[in-house]
């Protein structure tokens, strides 16, 4: 009994490592610019497919152990790129807009991008599942498997975690970005390039969904709709942790995660609804969530 | 009774909506079938783009999940004949779903009626999903992902021994119009009623109106059942003319579809909702029929209005109006 308890431990890390990449991502951009990027799991469906196809490229040619690192980067690359042409061209044209065409625009930007990765990768999914096979599985008792996979994905959410706080925290660009956040006219005052910030930040948030689309590409597909359906979970976690807060994420993206394998297991027919339910229960408590700020 | 003289006058003044009310009823007697049966998908939209716009338009509340309300209003015919195998007349169907849509707003309202801005459409886009994971869990109860099939009701009573493809184009197609002619009414009695105006005040000064007294919470609650309540009457006008509900009508970026038909009719004018939806299921359908990138093309479109048209197709046919009567008036002068 234990050791299925610890498998659904582990899955539901599992679930949470990459949710809390999209989420992060949404979440550093809400902070900052007040916008809801509906386009948002588009970019983690880009660096999905991105590092699906250049795999299939070019995988033959470099050792295995490279392969992880050349994901991460190719998915990183490709959302970054999005980020790069979508912040300055369209969503800079509406901050301080009202709400509804913020959402109308992610939400153009959203099928735009679908529509562009049926026309460059095609109807069909994108799959390169060797880095999964590649590390095979380890036993974790009682006769159950896990792979190792698992762990590498898990260990890349907690690190990219580390790696946030530490730059929101004690890096000069960060305490920037949070200061924009805080105040955007005091920030422009003291010398600070608030337009870039804002992209900068966008850039961020984009190159964290595209790792996290990267990384769950090997051991599942890169196919249409994926940016659609993942970000159905991101919002359930930025609305449990709190639009803008890191922390919310965090946390956020643990509570679905585990809610998603427990809901799984026991109930199958309401596992979406569970979260959505926890999720409006939070928010009668909690207006903002967890952790959020007006 | 309005006299001849005034119905002329009226016609004087509203030329264009004269003409697309004439357009309308003769439609079946010169429209291919299934450009008519379009346009009864549009009166339907139009219908769920009016209760959309109650709250948009005039309480400037943004819910992102009204495709789950339009699709539970839909289930709230086809469940009932599923699991009786009982088709009643359509009106009783209409009249269920109205009151449990109401009743779901009344109890959804309870949540986000206390809700503005982006926490009102997430809060509403939750609501949304958990009615479509409902649909399609519940496989034994709703018939999951193959939806459930909804057969010919009777209409008033009367049952019609015609084909199908006639029944849609000839007789549900009036009664459609019809429903719709009435529900316009109803939403511009609400609108320029007392509480009508209350919303609106509250939608450009929510401070300032609770200092006149107003209830704003109460007011924005009753909003929201009027909106669902209507919403679910769309998706149940739906359901017949589809002949199938599936659950992916619920799904969240129908409930984008609905903002943005509202967007592109233009959501500060009563009309602009009914002419978005004509204007934006006739587009979809022919765009989805002649090329795969239908959602790019949707998508261009969006930005268009975003950047370029933000008033809707409403807004732009005003100023067009007003710069040629200008024009007219400039040169004699």
């Known amino acids: ?53 250049l795999m299939g490229l070019i995988s033959k040619q470099i050792p295995p152990p490279l392969w992880y690192i050349i994901i991460i980067i190719a998915g990183a690359a490709g959302a970054a790129f999005v980020g790069i042409i979508i912040e300055p061209l369209l969503l800079r044209r509406v901050y301080g807009r009202l709400e509804e065409f913020q959402l109308l625009l992610t939400f153009a930007i959203l099928l735009i991008i679908e529509d562009l990765e049926l026309m460059i990768w095609g109807p069909y999914p994108l799959a390169f599942k060797e880095p999964y096979h590649y590390l095979g599985a380890v036993s974790i008792g009682g006769g159950l498997m896990y792979p190792l996979y698992g762990f590498v994905v898990i260990a890349m959410g907690w690190l990219i975690a580390l790696f946030l706080w530490f730059f929101m925290t004690k890096t000069k660009l960060g305490i920037i970005i949070r200061s924009a956040a805080a105040n955007k006219e005091v920030t422009a005052a003291i010398g600070h390039n608030v337009k870039s910030i804002y992209t900068k930040t966008f850039i961020l948030g984009a190159t964290l969904a595209g790792i996290g689309g990267a990384i769950v590409m090997p051991s599942a597909t890169a196919q249409l709709g994926l940016g659609i359906d993942i970000l159905v979970f991101a919002f359930a976690v930025v609305v449990i942790g709190g639009l803008g807060s890191l922390k919310g994420a965090l946390v956020g993206s643990l509570i679905v995660g585990m809610t998603r394998v427990v809901g799984i297991a026991y109930f199958p027919e309401i596992e979406l609804a569970l979260i959505w339910l926890i999720a409006v229960i939070v928010l009668v408590f909690r207006p903002l969530g967890l952790w959020g700020r007006e | 009774m309005i006299s001849r003289k005034g119905l002329i006058s009226i016609i004087r003044k509203y030329p264009i909506y004269t003409l697309i009310i004439i357009i309308l009823l003769t439609l079946p007697i010169y429209a291919p079938s299934f450009f008519v049966i379009q346009i009864a998908y549009g009166l339907i939209f139009g219908i769920t783009g009016l209760a959309f716009n109650l709250l948009l338009g005039y309480t400037g509340l943004l819910s992102f999940g009204h495709a789950g309300f339009f699709a539970f209003g839909a289930y709230m015919m086809s469940l009932p004949i599923r699991h009786t195998g009982i088709v009643h007349t359509l009106e009783v169907y209409l009249a269920f779903a109205f009151i449990t849509s109401a009743a779901l707003g009344a109890l959804l309202g309870l949540i986000c009626a206390r809700r503005t801005r982006i926490f009102f459409s997430i809060l509403n886009l939750s609501f949304g ?67 009508g105006k209350t919303l609106q005040a509250i939608r450009d000064n929510e401070i300032r109106a609770q200092f006149t007294g107003i209830r704003i919470y109460r007011y ?81 479109i969006l930005l268009i209005l975003i950047f370029f048209i933000p008033r809707g197709l409403v807004g732009l046919g005003i100023s067009i109006y007003n710069r040629l009567t200008h024009k007219k008036g400039s040169s004699k002068g």
């Open chain 1, 1 to 53: 009994m234990s050791n299925i308890i610890f498998l659904y431990l582990i899955s539901g890390l599992y679930y949470a490592a990459y949710l809390f990449l999209v989420a992060a991502g949404l979440t550093i951009i809400f902070g900052l610019a007040r916008v809801v990027n509906l386009a948002h799991g588009a970019l983690y469906a880009i660096g999905a497919y991105v590092a699906a196809w």
């Open chain 2, 129 to 195: 999903l958990i009615i479509y994971s409902f649909f399609l869990k519940f496989w034994g109860f709703t018939g999951g992902a193959d939806g459930t099939h909804v057969p010919t009701p009777p209409l008033l009573g009367m049952k019609f021994a015609v084909d199908k493809e006639y029944w849609m184009t000839h007789i549900y197609y009036y009664y459609i119009l019809a429903a719709f002619f009435i529900c316009l009414a109803i939403f511009w009695v609400i609108v320029n009623s007392n509480f």
């Open chain 2, 220 to 300: 924005r609650h009753i909003a929201y059942i009027i909106s669902v309540a209507f919403t679910g009457l769309a998706g149940c006008l739906w359901a017949p003319l589809n002949g199938h509900t599936a659950p992916e009508i619920a799904w969240w970026t129908y409930s984008g579809d609905i903002v943005m038909l509202t967007i592109l009719g233009g959501y500060q004018y009563f009309i602009g909702p009914v002419i978005g939806g004509l204007v934006f299921n006739v587009f979809k359908i022919y765009t989805i029929g002649y090329t795969v990138y239908w959602m790019l093309l949707l998508g261009i």
